[in-house]
């Protein structure tokens, strides 16, 4: 059986792939292709920013890396609102990929606060 942090390592991957898979069919001008090179900076980041965590050295370095991972889907959040309320992709397309960062924000924060409760 897959541990916790197995299973969120794949899901913050699969999260960056559907990141990288819509920003390729956006438009390569204009406000969509700056808020899409944004929304790819910080969608991939989330899982990288996780990985960087699991090799802290003491649970207080831990929390603080899981908190900088917490920074990465709320600002994903914004720029995907952002491609949405601007017209440039449908808000159809983009409920799943919000709801995703929704909810790895309140996976984090769980960890976080587990974390922290030992510390």
């Known amino acids: 059986m897959k541990d916790e942090k ?3 390592r ?12 819509l920003y390729q069919t956006l438009p390569k001008s204009g406000s969509a292709h700056v808020l899409g090179h944004q929304v790819l900076r910080s ?5 990288a920013n996780f990985r960087e965590a699991h090799r802290a050295r003491s649970n207080a370095e831990f929390v ?15 720029w995907l609102e952002l491609l949405a309320d601007s017209g440039a992709v449908k808000a159809t397309k983009l409920a799943s990929l919000l709801d995703e960062t929704s ?12 974390v922290r409760a030992r510390c």
């Open 6 to 8: 197995d299973d969120l």
């Open 10 to 21: 794949g899901r913050t991957k699969a999260f960056a792939l559907r990141i990288i898979a």
């Open 43 to 47: 969608g991939t980041s989330v899982g």
């Open 64 to 78: 603080s890396k899981v908190g900088d991972c917490l920074k990465e889907p709320e600002e994903t959040a914004y």
């Open 103 to 114: 909810q790895l924000t309140a996976i984090l924060t769980a960890i976080a606060k587990k």
